[in-house]
């Protein structure tokens, strides 16, 4: 089935168009700078070249236009009708404790995922934007949600209730929810078809390592710790955000700089972590390439990402006790030899050992074992691909709902 995925920025629009049977991209593409006076245009056709083009893109609407016409382009378009796409999934960061599963899109889904807003206000506004241009511009097509937090839910409440009166859950639903669920699921998955041994009896750690980090412990095929939470602020370090942090730094902070809480949003999301402690770059490429120029403030942001990975995977070998597996993936996790190596060094005490020279060699794309043959745990890189994991979920709610009216 031919399925349309769409992620939606609050400047951007990510789209793939995907076959569901070969599992195959037909075509991808972004725009980006949606709002300002130039958006940039990219589409990249899975047998041809990239296309770039500049033009003043003003909204979601628009970009979701210049996207249709880009596929059903007589010429370098890929489909002929817009009835060849069957099922258009969106990639929706929070549903709440509503959603375990993705859904099909109707008026009640709409005004459920609008009620999370308060939840994530940074995601859930361009989600929603998103699936309202599309359907828009794809109205007679099924569009379903598929949630970052979903694959989550399986958390036991020991590890989503955080140690404040038990009220505010009640009342407001604060606890942890963890993201990245499609990619956690999709990189354990790929894992188990690697294994002879039966998934319930499995104990794996992902690590999902891009702008966004997270980490998740995965025990018997379900999601049982996770480190983002309420919001996707709160883990390891990432590229701009903090991570975990004492909470009374927020009183000290305001206290000592007289910051509005509105700064406090920014310092805490934008301006932290990776770039907030190197004083340079939030992107880890660039970091590295510091670090090996002497720059101590870039040697120290890689050490503390590192610890903090380590500190996850010691934590949840507990949760779990035990771990068969350590999964690297995302754009640090399947491309930096140097990160993969820091995170996990140390740990003999757990039975880890890298093969440094397999860890070097990875290619990209490929699932890559770089743990030692006599390794206890072992540990892989596997390419992340959330949108295949939209896609399949999409094709599946579009098959039952065209069998089924009630769905
Ligand atoms: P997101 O999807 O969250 O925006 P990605 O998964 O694309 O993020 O990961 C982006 C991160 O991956 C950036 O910090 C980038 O520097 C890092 N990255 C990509 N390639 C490499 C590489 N070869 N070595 C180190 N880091 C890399």
Not at 23 to 41: F, L, N, P, W
Not at 176 to 202: A, E, M, N
Not at 304 to 315: D, E, R
Not at 384 to 397: F, P, S, Y
Request: some cysteine; charged content about 25%.
């Amino acid at each position: 089935m031919l399925v349309l995925v769409i992620n939606c920025g609050s400047s951007s629009v990510k789209y793939n168009l995907i076959e569901t049977e070969t599992e195959q991209d037909v075509c991808k593409g972004m725009i980006e700078r949606i709002g300002a006076v130039t958006s940039i245009i990219k589409h990249q056709p899975f047998d041809s070249k990239e296309i770039k083009d500049t033009k003043s893109i003003t909204n979601h609407s628009e970009a979701l236009q210049e996207i249709m016409q880009f596929l059903l382009n007589p010429e370098s378009g890929v489909v002929k009708s817009p009835s060849d796409i069957k099922s258009v999934g969106h990639r929706v960061v929070h549903g709440g404790e509503m959603f375990k599963d993705s859904v099909l899109i109707d008026e009640k889904v709409l005004e459920a995922i609008e009620q999370a807003i308060d939840l994530a206000p940074l995601h859930n506004p361009p989600n929603l934007k998103g699936i309202q241009a599309a359907k828009q511009h794809l109205p007679d097509v099924p569009h379903v949600a598929v949630f970052d937090t979903a694959f989550h839910h399986s958390l036991p409440a020991r590890a989503y209730l955080y140690g404040i009166p038990n009220r505010f859950y009640r009342r407001y639903k604060i606890r942890k929810y963890g993201f990245h669920g499609t990619s956690h699921y999709f990189v354990s998955r790929q894992y188990y078809k690697l294994i002879d041994k039966p998934v319930k009896d499995t104990k794996v750690i992902t690590c999902h390592l891009g702008n966004g980090a997270s980490l998740t412990a995965i025990d018997g095929g379900k999601s049982v710790e996770t480190s983002m939470g309420f919001t996707p602020l709160s883990g390891i370090v990432m590229g701009t955000r903090c991570g975990d942090i004492d909470p009374s730094i927020l009183f000290y902070l305001v206290e000592k700089e007289e910051l509005p809480l509105s700064n406090l949003h920014a310092l805490l999301n934008r301006h932290s972590g990776l770039l907030g402690l190197s004083g340079y770059a939030a992107d880890m490429r660039d970091l590295i390439t510091e670090a090996d120029n002497g720059d101590r403030r870039c040697q120290q942001a890689i050490d503390v990402f590192c610890y903090k990975i380590k500190q996850h995977i010691g934590s949840y070998t507990a949760v779990m006790n035990g771990c068969d597996a350590v999964l690297f993936t995302a754009g640090i996790g399947e491309n930096s030899a140097l990160i993969r190596s820091k995170s996990v060094e140390n740990l003999d005490y757990l039975g880890i050992k890298l093969d440094e020279k397999k860890n070097e060699q990875v290619k990209p794309g490929e699932i890559t074992k770089i743990s030692s043959d006599d390794s206890k745990i072992e540990v892989y890189v596997v390419p992340t691909n959330e949108e295949l994991v939209i896609a399949i979920d999409a094709a599946k709610i579009a098959q039952a709902s065209a069998q089924s009216p009630w769905i």
